[in-house]
């Protein structure tokens, strides 16, 4: 089965690049805790993503990814999550995006 990856692209709004990496370090552990099997978190250092966050999360297949998907908002980390993080979120989603894994 060919692996699958979420990747999503966030632009911090002006001046909450720092604020933004706590929540969105806390939206990885709800993650996790929901059932994703990892998640990476990276930044732009070079090309059109600097001063951007990547966030990769890492799926066992598409059936995964999408069983999750129906489900991941009414798990109680979910829940726990959104009722600690009320009100305007300090990114904007540029890209949000499924992959699967080609198989050698």
């Known amino acids: 089965m060919a692996k699958a990856y979420e990747i999503s692209v966030w632009d911090p709004h002006s ?4 604020e933004f990496v706590d929540v969105i370090k806390s939206l990885k552990t709800a993650f996790l805790a929901s059932g994703v099997s990892q998640v ?15 966030v990769i999360q890492h799926f066992k297949g ?23 993080h009320p009100g305007e979120f300090p990114a904007t989603l ?11």
């Open 40 to 54: 990476e978190l990276l930044t732009g250092a070079a090309g059109k993503d600097v001063g951007h966050v990547v």
């Open 62 to 84: 598409l059936a995964d990814n999408g069983a999750l998907n129906e489900t991941i908002m009414d798990q109680e980390p979910m829940k726990q999550w959104r009722e600690a």
């Open 94 to 104: 540029l890209t949000h995006d499924l992959y699967q894994e080609i198989d050698e």
């Open 15 to 18: 001046g909450k690049f720092e």
